[in-house]
């Protein structure tokens, strides 16, 4: 029965593959369309980490800070701009809000862009808004678009080939809008081979590369042993050699490696030193007390996630030591908590400085001093930003949705609670950006809007493709046409921000 | 006649020709599609120039010939795409060429201009469009008095198939199985089919497989969801931006509605299908080639005509024929109001008419009254006059049979069949046998063609494909899970849409179904001064133990929430859809105690209110199974409150027991309510397909249906692997399901071993595998053995290909 299971046109024997490279597929569909003649980029970077900041990231609260106006019953909301002082940072000439202490003496390593606009689409909307950053389209499409993590996977690779080479942590599945959130967290019509390796929770990551809950690593290895003899002796493997089962047991071989390698390590926080595992949660130490968030508005969530972004940071230094070549930490989008402030903006941004402010500065060191800083590109974004009054843009309002009191007289009215795109800060660290550098201008006044050095999101998209070395003009051929890496090709680097001249395209 | 009219200085600075013989297909080809067929090939001939041929472009157009053979520095092509002459440079649009590309033209002149004849950039005829009725060859000794072999007879003898064994019973009993309902054969059916000795046994497996209208429902459920884009959770739910058409679907399958049938219900539908046409009405702004209209317009020709609107819904198409005006005068059938035509997302302040796809398949009244122009457009798309329609279901139903369609790709259907008759024929039998879906997959799995072992595919799209019969598939998500829950017993334990399963059922099963429904229900003022407009009911029961399995259907008059030993599970529920609920990770052994919390706080007043909840509960403890209805033994409580922690005392509860017959009870659909208890009755356990999915389905490649998807990719991943290797969801299935054969087969390892081999692989261990399992099995017992057992089963490629 065995000869005859399936046709093949040659008379091909199986050979066991074993020396597959990691997510090296030969065929590499969606094709990918150079222009033939586009001049190699040299990468400025191996590595991207993302730092994402969801719900959208108020700027004057956090690194673009106005004057300060505390809290009094009676204020209006039109008076307060930013609910925190500023404090000096390691740059003349640029301050941060309070409660960025670390992350201010940090500034003096890369880049600070306070002049990110977003897009509208017509209505304020986490998902749709969080789909337009990671994939630079705005949705719907025609077509599934990759996220930006995906993008890199497939054109350049994993940089080490035991590790996957997009990397999601701190993103759950089961909250917020349900789908709409998981539709960006994807490789689209790339192919799932480039999709995220979730890590819904850093402290729990090094499940991800272990045997499954309840498997002891000795039952792990017996069940691989008793799988391989199973395999050599299985008739239907004798005959003929057939792609769907050698990419099968590809991936299998591919996967198994992951879990053996010595870099899956890299997964398991528990290695990490406790002084320095200190330093990225605040300083507990035990990580079963960073136990799994419970999404309620009463502040317990917040607690245990301030926790978790830093053990996402920390997670993504061990990861980017081990070569990863794409991480994304996020603070994860939870409608109306993190950074979502529809109400107690202050209060909550006390939370959400605190949660990021030291982990963030001790990534950016421990980086540098394992010498990586310099070929790895860190960025700080949000997919918006927020005002006490404006939503959306000044000329251009969108409707709102957070009622604003004409007087504030509870401190949950104290804060900026509606989504303002007009302005917005991001962050680049290391791998070929300027250091200590400022680019772009907001106003002082309301509207604290962009004035100068616009920044769009192809743009900046751009400016992480070429320093990773990839041409913003790339394009993926799917059903017959051109999808291009930056929305329609139309991505133009930075020049200002990058420490290295732009070669013409 | 007007040449080059370059100088000779500028003539030094063209490019030179490339080095070497230029192949017309690698070198030229490439270029001219993508640079000069815009305007100048596909039915287009700006300045008089066409190149559609060798002799169109000799002869140039109103500035003369394009090319002199042998002399490429004097050629006007070579001038004008050289860009040194700032008066004519051509490309018009688009990336002018680069030197490198300007050689190649150059040595290709100075060549001679070699050209194939086949190769042309003129308008592609179009394809599978119009009826044709064939008749197939006579019978061979050989092809046998199928049609389908009569027609590949023919094939086979040009292309070189040599005639083959058909898949021996074992391999292709299981074949047949996972294709029509998605399932393995038990190892008993897969035994009774062998010994058969009938000579007609397979025509009569494939019969009696396609008879089972339910699990045939099921399994192509997950077809038709990826093709019209339906799914439980999803983008656009959040506020009423989406529609399911799953019931309507459901009960589509298991009727066997005629294809043409469910067409005109999708095109022209009634409330529980308009959610195809509606698509997904996103929040906020959208491009203009993706509101609803334009959506369906895409949807509708993708599906059913199997031709892609996308590129021509911003421009007009650069791949293909179809014009951006075209696109929009399809939308304008669907839309409320005709839509002003946005290229490129910017407004041309122009209108387009109503028009079919084809107009020479027919017009439409351009109607005011969408009610009629969704009546007519359903109509010309399954008129007998359309032979498109059922070619691109036979089509997509060829490529999940065999792997690969008549026509690949398969939303290509302009493109001509690798064998045009076949096709034809098999959409001709398939309208003339009233468009029934069945009859066309008895036509297809009956041939020798569908017997043939299996092909090794190849990893890439091949250039040169010959049939030689079913490509090697790969199990999909659903049946992946479907499978290893049949030969373990586990599967979900309730699902996400709730449908009429009563609809195959006999009608006295029915009507018993239907008594089984009662109702509790309340009337009376609820007072706002005392803050108590929540109600709650109450049912408590004491297990001995926590069960085996428990789940209910609850469904109440307004919207509520359940509450399990004070818990809350699950979200807010809608009123009145009966919801199944799998209660037993909450319930213990001891009092326990669910609540439905009903009501939502009213913004005044009410006079008058009635509350109203039916309910019923499937407990599974120590093998007996029994029910919890709603007809005694609840209480009821009013407060004011959402928090189960500060209800009022107990003492302060009533008994209830007013029940209302379930006809008194309007807000209830009895029937829904009735079909979700008979699922449990009956089954207990559902199938991947009623599920949202979950990180394993992802992984293996169960779509998001945010876009119409007619094809998964089979390819295996990494990320697969690694979600295979020590993914939760498939952990806890296989460590249940170890639990399970365990309690099956407490004595007898060997059996259970069998059992295994038999029902996933559809035969008996080898001599070879018995001592793997034997020495393995030695040193591993218990449940942890049988689950390493089985997962290294579900990784075999002989498990997860279907040959």
Same mark, same amino acid.
């Given at each position: 029965m065995w000869s005859s299971l399936i046709q093949t046109s040659r008379r091909d024997f199986l050979k066991t593959t074993s020396a597959a490279v990691l997510g090296a597929l030969a065929a590499g569909f969606p094709r990918r369309l150079d222009g033939g003649d586009t001049p190699k980029i040299e990468p400025a970077a191996d590595r991207l980490i993302i730092l994402w900041m969801a719900g959208g990231m108020a700027h004057t609260e956090t690194f673009d800070p106005k004057r300060y106006t505390p809290f009094e019953k009676g204020i209006k909301p039109a008076d307060v701009l930013s609910t925190f002082p500023s404090i000096p940072t390691a740059v003349d000439g640029i301050r941060f809000s309070a409660g960025l202490e670390n992350m201010a003496k940090v500034m003096d390593r890369g880049t600070l862009i306070r002049s990110y606009t977003a897009g509208d689409l017509g209505f304020i909307l986490h998902s749709r808004h969080q789909y337009q950053w990671h994939t630079g389209y705005a949705p719907p499409q025609t077509v599934a678009a990759p996220h930006l993590g995906a993008v890199i996977a497939r054109t350049l690779g994993p940089l080490n080939p035991a590790l996957p080479a997009f990397i999601n942590i701190g993103q759950r599945f089961d909250v917020g809008e349900g789908e709409e959130l998981k539709a960006f967290t994807t490789a689209g019509f790339l192919g799932s081979e480039y999709g995220p390796f979730n890590i819904p929770f850093p402290e729990q990551a090094a499940r991800a590369i272990q045997p499954p809950e309840g498997m002891t690593p000795g039952r792990f290895q017996n069940r691989e042993r008793f799988y391989r003899r199973l395999l050599a002796r299985n008739p239907v493997m004798?005959?003929?050699?057939?792609?769907?089962?050698?990419?099968?047991?590809?991936?299998? %071989?591919?996967?198994?490696?992951?879990?053996?390698?010595?870099?899956?390590?890299?997964?398991?926080?528990?290695?990490?030193?406790?002084?320095?595992?200190?330093?990225?949660?605040?300083?507990? *130490?035990?990580?079963?007390?960073?136990?799994?968030?419970?999404? *309620?508005? %009463?502040? *317990?969530?917040?607690?245990?996630?301030?926790?978790?972004?830093?053990?996402?940071?920390?997670?993504?230094?061990?990861?980017?030591?081990?070569?990863?070549?794409?991480?994304?930490?996020? *603070?994860?989008?939870?409608?109306?908590?993190?950074? %979502?402030?529809?109400?107690?903006?202050?209060?909550?941004?006390?939370?959400?400085?605190?949660?990021?402010?030291?982990?963030?500065?001790?990534?950016?060191?421990?980086?540098?001093?394992?010498?990586?800083? %310099?070929?790895?590109?860190?960025?700080?974004?949000s997919e918006f930003s927020r005002d006490s009054l404006v939503e959306g843009k000044p000329e251009k309002k969108v409707k709102d949705q957070v009622d604003v009191p004409d007087t504030i007289n509870d401190i949950k009215h104290y804060g900026m609670h509606r989504h303002f795109t007009d302005a917005g800060c991001v962050l680049l660290w290391g791998g070929g950006v300027k250091k200590g550098y400022l680019h772009g201008l907001t106003a002082e006044e309301r509207p604290c809007k962009t004035l100068r050095d616009r920044v769009v999101i192809e743009d900046l998209h751009a400016t992480i493709y070429y320093l990773m070395g990839i041409s913003p003009q790339l394009a993926y051929e799917v059903e017959k046409r051109p999808f291009y890496v930056t929305r329609d090709g139309l991505g133009q680097p930075i020049q200002a921000i990058m420490a290295k001249p732009v070669r013409a395209a | 006649?007007?040449?080059?009219?370059?100088?000779?200085?500028?003539?030094?600075?063209?490019?030179?020709?490339?080095?070497?013989?230029?192949?017309?297909?690698?070198?030229?080809?490439?270029?001219?599609?993508?640079?000069?067929?815009?305007? $100048?090939?596909?039915?287009?001939?700006?300045?008089?120039?066409?190149? @559609?041929?060798?002799?169109?472009?000799?002869?140039?157009?109103?500035?003369?010939?394009?090319?002199?053979?042998? @002399?490429?520095?004097?050629?006007?092509?070579?001038?004008?795409?050289?860009?040194?002459?700032? /008066?004519?440079?051509?490309?018009?649009?688009?990336?002018?060429?680069?030197?490198?590309?300007?050689?190649?033209?150059?040595?290709?002149?100075?060549?001679?201009?070699?050209?194939?004849?086949?190769?042309?950039?003129?308008?592609?005829?179009?394809?599978?469009?119009?009826?044709?009725?064939?008749?197939?060859?006579?019978?061979?000794?050989?092809?046998?008095? $199928?049609?389908?072999?009569?027609?590949?007879?023919?094939?086979?003898?040009?292309?070189?198939?040599?005639?083959?064994?058909?898949?021996? /019973?074992?391999?292709?009993?299981?074949?047949?199985?996972?294709?029509?309902?998605?399932?393995?054969?038990?190892?008993?059916?897969?035994?009774?089919?062998?010994?058969?000795?009938?000579? /007609?046994?397979?025509?009569?497996?494939?019969?009696?497989?396609?008879? @089972?209208?339910h699990r045939y429902a099921e399994h192509w459920l997950s077809f038709w969801n990826d093709l019209l884009r339906n799914d439980y959770k999803g983008t656009g739910y959040i506020d009423g931006g989406r529609k399911q058409i799953t019931a309507w679907l459901y009960s589509a399958l298991v009727t066997n509605m005629p294809y043409d049938r469910m067409v005109r219900q999708l095109l022209n539908p009634p409330p529980e299908a308009e959610g195809f046409l509606k698509g997904i009405v996103w929040r906020g702004a959208v491009n203009s080639s993706q509101t609803p209209a334009m959506q369906a317009a895409q949807n509708v020709s993708q599906v059913f005509m199997g031709v892609n609107l996308k590129c021509a819904s911003c421009h007009d198409s650069f791949i293909n024929d179809y014009t951006l005006a075209g696109t929009y005068a399809l939308a304008n059938v669907f839309s409320e109001e005709p839509l002003e035509i946005f290229e490129c997302d910017k407004p041309t302040g122009r209108k387009a008419g109503y028009a079919f796809l084809y107009p020479e398949l027919g017009t439409l009244t351009p109607s005011t009254n969408r009610q009629e122009r969704l009546r007519e457009v359903a109509a010309l798309m399954t008129s007998e006059r359309n032979g498109r329609l059922p070619r691109t279901l036979v089509n997509r139903l060829w490529?999940?049979?065999?792997?690969?369609?008549?026509?690949?790709?398969?939303? @290509?259907?302009?493109?001509?069949?690798?064998?045009?008759?076949?096709?034809?024929?098999?959409?001709?039998?398939?309208?003339?046998?009233?468009?029934?879906?069945?009859?066309?997959?008895?036509?297809?799995?009956?041939?020798?063609?569908?017997?043939?072992?299996?092909?090794?595919?190849?990893?890439?799209?091949?250039? $040169?494909?010959?049939?030689?019969?079913?490509?090697?598939?790969?199990?999909?998500?659903?049946?992946?899970?479907?499978?290893?829950?049949?030969?373990?017993?586990?599967?979900?334990?309730?699902?996400?849409?709730?449908?009429?399963?009563?609809?195959?059922?006999?009608?006295?099963?029915?009507?018993?179904?239907?008594?089984?429904?009662?109702?509790?229900?309340?009337?009376?003022?609820?007072?706002?001064?005392?803050?108590?407009?929540?109600?709650?009911?109450?049912?408590?029961?004491?297990?001995?133990?926590?069960?085996?399995?428990?789940?209910?259907?609850?469904?109440?008059?307004?919207?509520?929430?359940?509450?399990?030993?004070?818990?809350?599970?699950?979200?807010?529920?809608?009123?009145?859809?009966?919801?199944?609920?799998?209660?037993?990770?909450?319930?213990?052994?001891?009092?326990?105690?669910?609540?439905?919390?009903?009501?939502?706080?009213?913004?005044?007043?009410?006079?008058?209110?009635?509350?109203?909840?039916?309910?019923?509960?499937?407990?599974?403890?120590?093998?007996?199974?029994?029910?919890?209805?709603?007809?005694?033994?609840?209480?009821?409580? $009013?407060?004011?409150?959402?928090?189960?922690?500060?209800?009022?005392?107990?003492?302060?509860?009533?008994m209830l027991s007013t029940h209302a017959t379930s006809s008194e009870a309007r807000w209830l659909n009895e029937r829904q309510f009735a079909a979700a208890v008979h699922s449990l009755e009956r089954w207990g356990r559902y199938r991947a397909a009623w599920v949202a999915a979950d990180s394993l389905a992802v992984a293996l490649n169960r779509p998001n249906r945010e876009q119409v998807c007619t094809g998964r990719p089979s390819q295996a991943t990494t990320l697969q692997a690694l979600e295979l290797a020590n993914g939760k969801a498939l952990s806890a299935l296989l460590r249940q399901g170890a639990e399970e054969l365990k309690a099956r087969f407490p004595h007898a390892p060997e059996t259970l071993i069998r059992t295994v081999y038999r029902h996933a692989l559809g035969r008996a261990p080898t001599a070879g595998e018995w001592a793997v399992i034997r020495e393995y099995f030695k040193e591993n017992k218990g449940r942890e053995g049988i689950e390493d057992f089985l997962w290294s089963i579900a990784m075999l490629p002989e498990f997860q290909m279907i040959y």
């Open positions: 004798q005959h003929g050699s057939e792609y769907q089962r050698e990419s099968l047991l590809r991936a299998v %071989d591919n996967a198994h490696r992951l879990l053996q390698s010595p870099a899956a390590k890299a997964f398991d926080l528990s290695l990490e030193p406790e002084s320095s595992l200190r330093q990225y949660t605040g300083g507990i *130490t035990d990580l079963s007390k960073i136990s799994e968030a419970k999404q *309620t508005r %009463d502040g *317990t969530y917040e607690k245990s996630t301030v926790g978790r972004f830093g053990l996402g940071c920390l997670l993504a230094r061990r990861l980017a030591e081990a070569g990863a070549r794409f991480i994304e930490v996020t *603070t994860e989008y939870i409608p109306f908590l993190n950074w %979502d402030t529809h109400e107690n903006g202050h209060e909550k941004l006390v939370h959400m400085k605190q949660a990021i402010d030291a982990p963030i500065a001790r990534l950016i060191l421990d980086l540098e001093e394992r010498g990586l800083l %310099d070929r790895t590109l860190v960025v700080l974004a | 006649m007007v040449w080059a009219a370059l100088s000779p200085e500028q003539r030094q600075q063209l490019p030179p020709p490339a080095a070497g013989k230029v192949d017309f297909t690698k070198d030229i080809q490439p270029i001219l599609q993508i640079s000069c067929a815009q305007c $100048h090939g596909r039915g287009k001939d700006k300045g008089g120039f066409k190149i @559609d041929t060798r002799e169109d472009f000799l002869r140039g157009g109103d500035s003369g010939p394009a090319a002199r053979p042998g @002399d490429s520095a004097g050629s006007l092509v070579i001038e004008m795409v050289s860009g040194l002459d700032p /008066d004519n440079i051509m490309p018009k649009k688009g990336k002018r060429l680069t030197p490198q590309q300007v050689g190649l033209l150059r040595a290709w002149i100075d060549q001679g201009m070699e050209w194939p004849k086949e190769i042309t950039f003129a308008r592609q005829p179009l394809h599978n469009l119009h009826p044709r009725r064939v008749e197939p060859p006579p019978p061979t000794p050989r092809s046998g008095a $199928h049609p389908v072999d009569r027609w590949l007879e023919d094939y086979y003898a040009k292309h070189g198939v040599a005639p083959v064994a058909v898949a021996p /019973d074992r391999v292709w009993a299981r074949r047949v199985y996972l294709d029509v309902l998605g399932v393995l054969p038990t190892p008993e059916e897969l035994e009774a089919f062998v010994a058969d000795r009938r000579s /007609d046994k397979r025509v009569r497996l494939v019969q009696r497989l396609l008879q @089972d209208n490529a999940r049979f065999f792997g690969r369609g008549l026509v690949e790709p398969v939303d @290509d259907m302009d493109a001509p069949a690798w064998h045009p008759e076949l096709l034809d024929w098999l959409a001709e039998d398939f309208v003339a046998h009233g468009y029934d879906i069945k009859h066309l997959m008895t036509t297809i799995m009956t041939s020798r063609a569908y017997q043939r072992p299996a092909v090794a595919g190849a990893e890439a799209p091949e250039a $040169h494909y010959v049939f030689r019969g079913p490509l090697v598939r790969r199990l999909t998500a659903e049946q992946f899970r479907d499978v290893l829950g049949e030969i373990t017993g586990v599967g979900y334990t309730s699902p996400q849409p709730t449908v009429d399963w009563l609809l195959p059922e006999p009608s006295e099963l029915q009507t018993q179904r239907l008594q089984q429904v009662t109702v509790l229900q309340w009337t009376n003022t609820l007072e706002t001064a005392t803050n108590r407009w929540m109600s709650w009911f109450v049912r408590e029961w004491v297990l001995a133990s926590p069960p085996a399995e428990a789940q209910a259907v609850l469904a109440a008059n307004v919207e509520w929430k359940l509450y399990i030993n004070g818990k809350a599970v699950g979200d807010t529920r809608p009123a009145a859809t009966p919801v199944v609920v799998d209660l037993a990770p909450h319930l213990r052994g001891g009092l326990n105690v669910l609540a439905m919390r009903v009501g939502k706080k009213p913004e005044k007043p009410p006079v008058e209110t009635n509350r109203s909840v039916a309910a019923w509960v499937r407990l599974k403890t120590e093998g007996t199974v029994w029910a919890l209805d709603t007809k005694r033994e609840w209480k009821l409580v $009013h407060a004011g409150t959402n928090d189960w922690g500060s209800l009022p005392a107990v003492e302060e509860w009533q």
